[in-house]
């Protein structure tokens, strides 16, 4: 048998509260109540357990549970139980000891366990770095009948991740957020901001962080998906309620270059009788990257502007980077203060975009305030409200991870929490100035971001067909991750020529399915690029072609211009949507099992979803393509939006899909805002 088959493990629990502890040699294990039907595991070799709470707020009180016994020991918390073996391996059973997940543990302390394996490895690998911390692996045994969901945005066709590799790390158009949603009834956080990657092979799933100095995560039970996402939320925290002036139209290109060109597309849209909520003053509206204020040569009157377009009912929203250059006039102050990411090798530049530059250290407190203390002055002040949070990953020219540090440690330990504090920064200061419902827009996101306001969009993404299927599953998952505001580039932002009739086919195609998501907004870098205005500041940033929704041709104008006035249409439903993702922590986009669980065949409908409770959408994915097939749910008939046509669930159709629109159906019988009568008089 060896010498491990004897070892021994007495006395290796003990009661600490509501905390299950087991010690033993240099590991030390909590396990304890977090939040309804959950439980967080924490584990290290450090001398005392690490305290950070990460993603997770403060639990609500809750009573666990807890039975020590010679063999093993178990802590139990509503719905959810672990239970410990003396020999410290875990499993986790629902109430009634249906099996959830368990430790993939193949070793011989215990030949009467079915884990009895020559192969000596660890469930919780905690392995030292020479000089270092640790390098962590937790590994867990596979159903292969499961299937995984959440984590995030990745640029990839796959709802199911079962049997995908995804690495944990931000990226532009990729959004590491790992809370992982399985189809056997629990969910599963990753509490550690770390450098990383997740696994969920048909042999055993594993997570690993390359630097830490704990293992932390939070497991819950709930009866389907639905109450899995709500248990999280209520975890991590609920999103701000939507402002409902933010649910219409937002216009944006790769950038409008003066301020009297901006105004002049807002009064373009209130002469044309088109609905406009927000328009985008994008990148280089400033002298300098970190001088975080308008170039007074191209935008003299930024007060004057924002008055003017709120006359119109419109809202202004900038693009702020975190990136500071040399040239910035902040620059000398912020180094000289620790304020910026600093590099343990090379030269101090991170980004190049026009000049080096390197970010603000948004895991630093004194450096949020004092970029917010600038951004109140330059644009709060001004009548701005609304900010762009781009390059928030935050992007690097190369993403060598291991060279940057930051205030709260290397970019290989926490790296992935960058963008969720970049987001703290505005909600704390737009909360601090009286904004009721702070809103940014955000190129990244990590577990929690939801709580600081961030709506999150899918990145610098390409203009193709493929790129547009991508986003579907991207804004599903993430939506099941819990970040509910989500949106995309309609169009694509890498690409597309507006007078070529094939970009116009995928522009139409993404603005009709961009009517059904939480926020509807266009933006994109469009051929050919034209010329800088000037030799200085924010003049020698050029811009591309038009992007504007009369910008494509007749026929394509008079099909954008009917989804605009059906989003407005929407506004109602949205609202109501909206506040169930506040209230609940419940997507606006929804998978289909998310709302019919019981019906098999909603499971492998992945092409299509629902927007609350009772619209489904269809988008369309294929160039040329004029019908789909569309899956209606078992337990409803769905009437279709254009046509008034009424069909029984439990069915496959197939769908007209003319140019003109794209196949939608609600509930029979649903609320929805709006009559049929008006949604077809469009």
């Not at 003066?258 to 105004?263: K, M, R, Y």
């Not at 369309?620 to 008939?637: C, E, H, I």
Request: aromatic share 12%; charged share 25%; hydrophobic share 40%.
């Amino acid at each position: 048998m060896g010498l491990l088959a004897a070892m021994r493990f007495d006395n290796v629990f003990s009661v600490v509260g509501d905390r299950l502890v087991r010690r033993y040699d240099d590991e030390l294990l909590w396990i304890e109540p977090w939040g309804k039907d959950s439980l967080r595991v924490r584990a290290t070799k450090m001398a005392r357990m690490p305290d950070e709470d990460w993603a997770l707020l403060p639990p609500e009180e809750c009573r666990a549970q807890i039975r020590v016994g010679q063999e093993e020991a178990s802590i139990q918390n509503g719905r959810i139980r672990a239970v410990c073996s003396a020999a410290g391996r875990l499993r986790f059973e629902e109430e009634g000891g249906r099996l959830l997940l368990e430790e993939f543990t193949r070793n011989r302390w215990d030949v009467r366990a079915k884990d009895c394996s020559a192969l000596n490895i660890e469930a919780r690998e905690l392995r030292p770095i020479p000089g270092g911390d640790y390098a962590l692996t937790a590994r867990f045994e596979s159903n292969p009948n499961e299937r995984i969901y959440g984590m995030g945005q990745y640029q990839m066709p796959y709802l199911d991740l079962k049997g995908c590799e995804l690495e944990l790390a931000q990226r532009n158009s990729q959004a590491s957020v790992p809370f992982a949603v399985s189809s056997l009834g629990y969910g599963f956080l990753w509490n550690n901001p770390a450098i990383g990657r997740a696994a969920f092979n048909k042999n055993l799933s594993l997570w690993q962080a390359q630097v830490t100095t704990k293992l932390d995560y939070w497991i819950t039970a709930g009866r389907g998906v639905k109450e899995i996402c709500r248990n999280y939320a209520r975890a991590t925290g609920y999103a701000p309620a939507f402002p409902e002036e933010a649910l219409g139209f937002w216009q944006s290109k790769l950038r409008y270059q003066t301020q009297e060109e901006l105004l002049g597309v807002a009064r373009e849209f209130k002469r044309r009788g088109l609905p406009l909520s927000v328009i985008v003053a994008d990148f280089f509206h400033w002298p300098n990257q970190g001088d975080w204020k308008f170039d007074e040569e191209y935008w003299p009157d930024p007060a004057a502007m924002t008055r003017e377009l709120g006359e119109m009912g419109v809202q202004l929203m900038v693009s702020v980077w975190p990136t500071v250059e040399k040239s910035s006039e902040n620059h000398q102050e912020m180094l000289s203060r620790g304020l910026l990411v600093r590099m343990d090798r090379g030269i101090r530049a991170a980004l190049e975009h026009r000049n080096h530059a390197v970010h603000f250290d948004a895991t630093n407190p004194e450096a949020r305030a004092f970029v917010w203390d600038k951004v109140r002055r330059n644009y709060l002040d001004k009548g701005v409200s609304l900010f762009w949070l781009d390059e928030a990953e935050p992007e690097y020219t190369r993403y060598d991870f291991d060279i940057f540090r930051y205030h709260l440690g290397t970019d290989l330990q926490v790296g992935n929490i960058y963008p969720a504090l970049f987001a703290k920064t505005f909600y704390d200061g737009l909360q601090a100035s009286g904004v009721e419902r702070p809103l940014s827009l955000v190129r990244c996101a990590w577990a929690g971001s939801q709580r600081y306001g961030a709506l999150v969009w899918s990145g610098d993404i390409h203009s193709t067909f493929e790129s547009l299927r991508n986003q579907l599953a991207a804004g599903l998952n993430m939506g099941m991750a819990g970040i509910p505001w989500w949106t995309t580039d309609i169009g694509g932002f890498h690409g597309g020529d507006p007078e070529d009739p094939a970009f116009r086919e995928l522009l139409t195609r993404w603005f009709q399915w961009g009517v059904f998501c939480p926020v509807m907004r266009i933006h994109g870098d469009r051929e050919p690029t034209g010329s800088p205005l000037g030799p200085s500041g924010g003049g020698k940033t050029p811009s591309g072609a038009a992007n504007e929704p009369w910008s494509f041709g007749q026929r394509t104008g008079e099909i954008l211009r009917r989804c605009l006035l059906q989003r407005q249409l929407l506004r109602p439903y949205l609202a109501r949507t909206m506040d169930q993702a506040h209230e609940k922590g419940d997507p606006p986009m929804r998978a289909m099992f998310y709302e019919f669980p019981e019906d098999p065949r909603s499971w492998e409908a992945e092409d299509q979803y629902m927007l609350g409770e009772d619209l489904l959408v269809a988008p369309v994915f294929q160039a040329g393509q004029t019908q789909r097939k569309v899956y209606l749910p078992a337990g409803a008939s769905w009437v279709r939006l254009d046509t008034g046509e009424v069909l029984e669930g439990g069915r496959e159709t197939l769908a007209q899909a003319p140019l003109e629109r794209i196949p939608v159906f609600a509930r029979q019988g649903a609320q929805l805002g709006f009559t049929l009568e008006a949604w077809q008089g469009l």
